[in-house]
């Protein structure tokens, strides 16, 4: 089964082209970020980036993939969670193309999708069930459960909110790290890339025990709100009279210690208290190298029975429309159940 899928529900627009939920025969992402903007304008302007860049790069990906539309079997769209005017974009085209092309479409949810993005470039047989799942980026956090291939159990998807200006924006842990980037300078509205070397540099030059910030922690085992536990650290950040080079380094590096202590316990524990037999690592979050150490240094040592997984290519790993492909086979092919999900909408 051949899927076009249509992503467009936050900073990225994305299109790709995905064969029985697995083989990945293009995808496609550009980014609407402008630097110079604030958030609270990104409703506002993304849309018209969207739309401009599926527009530009449908016809002709097909076109120089020799992919003819009567070879694609149903076109999938990101249709739920995510920034409502961007949603608009994705499924408005979408369902354009699909009556035009008289093909079927498949509606999908964002954040679901980043659940399956694992499966992209596997073959599913090979995975053991139940399968706990970690998926993270800046605006979610989520534990979810494959019990199999045909149930999604998710077990804690509540993110906190924070107003900026009329727009209300999810705080993911993504967003916990960048805020964190934030009070110690590392991190530039104005240079998003540059920024995210710089905050990395320092924490990988600190001292990372220099303080010990998981006592700021107050949730329960599946709790993945970080809200006050960020709040806590910039309290602390702002009664520095001045931060030094050494003091910025330490404060960064301890943060990171400190909430990948906190996280690799969590993942661990709960694993165990599910009978969970592989763990996935998906979203932004499976780019963090030193979460991906810690947790395999854990299982190593304890001698724990758990199959660490991530997405295969970086690609896979923040929003993209491959992801979006993937979901919508399996969901189409064994009418997957979601038990306890709420989509994340914002405006």
């Known amino acids: ?35 110079k903007k604030n958030w609270w304008d990104f409703p506002y302007l993304l849309p ?35 920034i409502y005017t961007c949603i608009l974009v994705g499924v408005s085209i979408a369902k354009i193309l699909a009556n035009c092309y008289k093909k079927s479409l498949i509606e999908v949810d964002h954040i679901l999708a980043h659940i399956y993005s694992a499966w992209l470039e596997r073959n599913f047989v090979d995975f053991r069930f139940p399968i706990l ?8 956090s989520d534990f979810s459960l494959l019990k199999n291939k045909k149930s999604c159990e998710i077990i804690y998807n509540t993110v906190s909110r924070q107003m900026k200006r009329k727009v209300r924006v999810f705080v993911g842990i993504g ?11 590392t991190v530039k509205s104005t240079d998003k890339t540059t920024s995210i070397k710089k905050t ?33 650290i910039n ?11 050494e003091l910025i380094n330490d ?15 969590k993942i661990i524990k709960l694993a165990g208290i599910k009978k969970a037999k592989e763990i996935h690592i998906v979203g932004g979050i499976s780019e963090n190298k030193y979460l991906e150490k810690k947790l395999k240094d854990r299982i190593k040592k304890e001698k724990l029975p758990f199959i660490l997984r991530y997405p295969v290519k970086k690609k896979y790993r923040l929003d993209n429309a491959a992801m979006i492909g993937a979901l919508a086979y399996y969901q189409e092919k064994y009418n997957i159940k979601f038990i306890n999900f709420k989509p994340k909408i914002t405006y």
């Open 1 to 35: 089964m051949l899927i076009l899928a249509i992503d467009t529900t936050g900073f990225s627009a994305s299109i790709a082209l995905v064969k029985n939920g697995k083989e990945v025969l293009f995808n496609k992402i550009h980014s609407g970020f402008i630097p």
């Open 200 to 232: 990395i540099e320092a924490m990988n030059k600190g001292n990372p025990f220099k303080f010990n910030f998981t006592k700021y922690y107050k949730g329960k085992l599946q709790d993945l709100n970080f809200f006050d536990f960020m709040n806590s």
């Open 48 to 82: 018209a980036h969207h739309q401009k860049f599926l527009i530009n790069n449908l016809e002709k990906t097909l076109k120089e993939k020799k992919i003819s539309w009567k070879d694609i079997d149903a076109i999938a769209v990101s249709a739920n969670s995510g």
């Open 133 to 140: 799942v970690f998926s993270a980026s800046g605006s979610h």
């Open 251 to 265: 404060i960064a590096a301890s943060f990171q210690e400190s909430i990948t202590e906190i996280l690799v316990d």
């Open 175 to 185: 967003r916990v790290f960048q805020t964190i980037g934030k009070s110690l300078g």
């Open 235 to 245: 309290k602390f950040i702002k009664k520095k009279k001045q931060l030094s080079s």
